[in-house]
């Protein structure tokens, strides 16, 4: 029986990845940890815990007192956040990933899954369809630190046998949890807006397209991923999910579907250097070929379930 633990259960994925792990492979059989408290349905549907991933001593006592086989590690300092503390939020970044890497080398959680990004991208990329191997020449602390970790990831796999596996994740829309400092977020906050007000002011120009993912969809693809015969996967460096890809005028006409009076108005900052920096679109056949890659939403149903979602909620 697996044994799984997810560190940063309470961040956007891990609020609904720790669930529907929970779902599939039984409550009391994934163990859930942050270092703040999690959302009531992530602490009564089973164990819970605080704990540090920067602490090393804690981190493997946890692991091999709970019989650990899997780790999902979600701690990061995200995009937008990144770059207001950049030596700070390397630190974090590189260290959590250290520690989990040396977990797996070290105990029986030989699995490892950690999150890549499209900032691994940088501006000489190629910004349509961006290849599965491509220029990767990132400018932003996030990026940097999503391509470094990759390459440890990579290299734990060759020379220790770890069983890591990666996504380079998109932009991700979840009604269940509010955007939390990076780049793509408007594509949350918009809607959420335009429930509240009935209007938003965007912080990235109206033709910026970016490549986004629904919630689910991501979480599929992670436990797929995690699920998939190691024989099947051909890289393990981090492998490309594209899912869709829209500007904000788009997004918000597709709101104007259902909501007719919504507007929209736009004021760029200092994220629209670093999404001008991403690809528009990316070529994710390399995940489909190997582990079925498969996702479900595109941006008018999407908007139609995040509308009414939002709307149950904050009612």
């Not at 390459?151 to 509010?178: F, M, N």
Request: aromatic letters at 10%; proline letters at 4%.
């Amino acid at each position: 029986m697996e044994r799984i633990l997810v560190i940063g259960c309470s961040g956007q994925i891990g609020s609904e990845l720790t669930l529907e792990l929970r779902r599939i492979y039984g409550n009391e059989n994934v163990f859930a940890t942050d270092i703040k408290q999690a959302a009531t349905d992530i602490v009564e549907s089973g164990p819970f815990d605080i704990l540090d991933v920067l602490d090393y001593s804690n981190l493997v006592h946890f692991v091999v007192r709970n019989k650990i086989t899997q780790v999902y590690n979600l701690a990061a300092v995200l995009s937008g956040n990144a770059e207001k503390i950049p030596q700070k939020a390397w630190e974090i970044n590189m260290k959590a990933l250290m520690n989990t890497l040396e977990l797996a080398r070290e105990t029986d959680a030989k699995k490892l899954f950690w999150p890549s990004s499209i900032a691994v991208f940088g501006p000489t990329t190629p910004r349509y369809n961006t290849p599965q191997l491509t220029v990767m020449e990132p400018n932003t602390v996030y990026g940097i630190s999503k391509l470094a970790g990759e390459r440890w990831g990579e290299y734990y796999h060759k020379r220790y046998g770890v069983d890591y596996r990666s996504l380079r994740y998109p932009g991700l829309i979840s009604y269940k949890t509010e955007a939390g400092g990076g780049t793509t977020d408007y594509a949350v906050e918009i809607y959420y807006e335009a429930i509240r007000n009935g209007s938003y002011e965007c912080f990235l120009s109206e033709n910026t397209a970016l490549p986004m993912m629904f919630m689910s969809d991501a979480i599929k693809a992670t436990i797929d991923l995690m699920e998939a015969a190691p024989e099947n996967l051909s890289l393990r460096s981090s492998y490309n999910v594209g899912g869709m890809s829209f500007t904000p005028k788009e997004v918000a006409a597709a709101i104007r579907k259902h909501m007719p009076s919504f507007e929209i108005t736009y004021k760029p900052d200092f994220r629209q250097a670093i999404a001008d920096s991403w690809p528009a679109s990316i070529d994710d056949s390399v995940a489909r070929k190997d582990w079925g890659l498969n996702d479900q939403h595109k941006l008018d149903s999407m908007t139609e379930l995040m509308l009414n979602e939002i709307r149950l909620k904050l009612a």
